[in-house]
């Protein structure tokens, strides 16, 4: 991404203060619940089997960034489901407060919004003019962090040896899927309607390059610079709606829980130790992983992450459809075809989206389609439901099964998680990520 760094369009100047976190309110809320909207891919194109290229595009990008790309150095809100593929939540930083939408994404872990009336985005679907952007000039809070701050983990090629008055500001890359995005850090107030977050890290965008859409990102991965990391919440937790294809205003709810212990009617699943090469997911390990009735024969090495970074199953509210490794994708698909025999495959579909398999499901009232059910370590059991991982191009009267696979099936064995539970799987579930106790929480409802 040297390119993108080098499109970084200035340098800032910063008093080098150590600046943490602290929270303007002696008696901190229980949660805090924000609405959480959904938001899935826009049709950029009126015709269904372009449109299913373009989602195996996406789906692709994200899960290349997710195995291969490394990572860049009780509140309620509501959530809402996005035409691309995520869902958002509105945040206010600065004073006075500037609200924006965030991204909810627990595969990546900074929190940043395009910034300053300079903000250029390259290649990308959008105009900038179109961009919501965060006005630091209109904020007083606003502070810059310095390279020589702690809390900066880039390098700082100008700034020379261990002199402590070097003004430049402490800058990043980040990449997402094919797009990337670059700016600085800054320390602002982080505004909720009883509590108060001042000195949070968060990055003031000015360029983008390649990039879907014009939301802000909210990281909620395992890193000090994660939201709830930051806002010291011991959990936080959501229940996803449906995103087919529009933009919706009915939301659902993010909340962010300062209290400890059992939420009533969860399973729950520990997280797992992360490899090294990818310190911000969310890691689970599979026992098994059936399709209906049948429990599909996949070697253990690719159900849990070995020591090489390779294996296991990562959850990510980022990722719409999700992913397999090539041999864990052929046993999946191979049963689901057996099992789907009764129904008229699409050939033209598979060749036109990439994805496989798909059916003609034309004149068939109702559909019969497998339940996937994912057995966890220390026994948790999440059952999705047919309508659940199977995509229906409803005008066509075709679906498909969109979760993505390696690009080259030569590999056996690829770096990186080998399933990725996409958040199209998690929608009418309550799913709790449990930071204190290092668990995934979850149970079925109608969200």
């Known amino acids: 991404m040297a390119s993108a760094t080098s499109l970084l369009l200035s340098i800032f100047t910063l008093f080098s203060l150590i600046f943490l976190p602290s929270s303007s309110e002696e008696n901190t ?35 290349l960034h997710l195995k291969y790309g490394k990572p860049s150095p009780l509140v309620k809100t509501p959530l809402y489901p996005r035409d691309y593929g995520g869902h958002t939540i509105p945040l206010s930083f600065g004073t006075p407060p500037q609200k924006l939408s965030y991204l909810v994404d627990t595969g990546s872990h900074v929190v940043w919004a395009p910034c300053t009336t300079q903000y250029k985005c390259i290649n ?36 020379k040896g261990s002199s402590k008055n070097c003004s430049q500001a402490c800058q990043y890359t980040l990449q997402y899927g094919t797009g990337a995005e670059g700016g600085y850090y800054l320390l602002e107030d982080l505004h909720f309607p009883e509590k ?43 229940c996803l709606k449906s995103h087919y294809f529009d933009n919706t205003r009915n939301s659902s709810r993010l909340i962010l829980d300062y209290r400890d212990g059992d939420t009533k009617g969860l399973s729950y699943a520990p ?31 690719y159900l849990a992450p070995t020591s090489d970074g390779s294996g296991g199953l990562m959850i990510d509210s980022g990722f719409a459809y999700g992913y397999m490794a090539g041999p864990v994708f052929k046993i999946v698909t191979n049963e689901l075809i057996k099992q789907m025999a009764k129904y008229r495959r699409s050939r033209e579909a598979e060749t036109a989206s990439g994805f496989t398999p798909c059916y003609n ?33 409803t005008e066509i009267g075709f679906g498909c099964f969109p979760v993505t696979t390696d690009a080259t099936k030569t590999l056996e064995f690829t770096p990186g998680p080998s399933i990725i539970l996409g ?5 009418n579930h309550y799913i709790e990520f449990d930071l204190k106790n290092e668990r995934l929480g979850f149970r079925q409802q109608t969200c």
């Open 124 to 159: 990308c679907s959008f105009s900038a003019k179109e961009v919501p952007f965060f006005k630091p000039q209109l904020s007083t809070s606003l502070k810059i962090l310095g390279c020589k701050n702690p809390r900066c983990t880039t390098e700082c090629p100008s700034c």
């Open 361 to 393: 499901f034309t004149g068939h009232k109702t559909l019969k389609i497998p339940d996937l059910i994912y057995h966890f370590t220390g026994g948790a059991t999440m059952v999705v439901p047919g309508n659940r991982y199977f995509m229906f191009i």
């Open 423 to 427: 958040n199209y799987m998690q929608v």
């Open 29 to 63: 809320p229980l949660t805090i619940t924000l609405p959480l909207t959904s938001k899935f891919t826009s049709k950029p194109s009126t015709d269904p089997m372009i449109f299913l290229q373009e989602l195996a595009s996406a789906s692709m990008a994200r899960s």
């Open 271 to 301: 997280f797992l130790k992360n490899p090294p090469e990818w310190p911000i997911y969310y890691y689970l390990g599979v026992k098994d992983l059936m399709l209906g009735n049948k429990i599909l024969p996949i070697p253990g090495k």
């Open 196 to 238: 108060t977050i001042h000195n949070f890290l968060m990055g003031c965008t000015t360029i983008g390059l390649r990039e879907t859409s014009t939301d802000a990102m909210g990281g909620f991965g395992r890193s000090m610079f994660s939201l709830p990391v930051q806002m010291g919440v011991k959990k936080f937790a959501y």
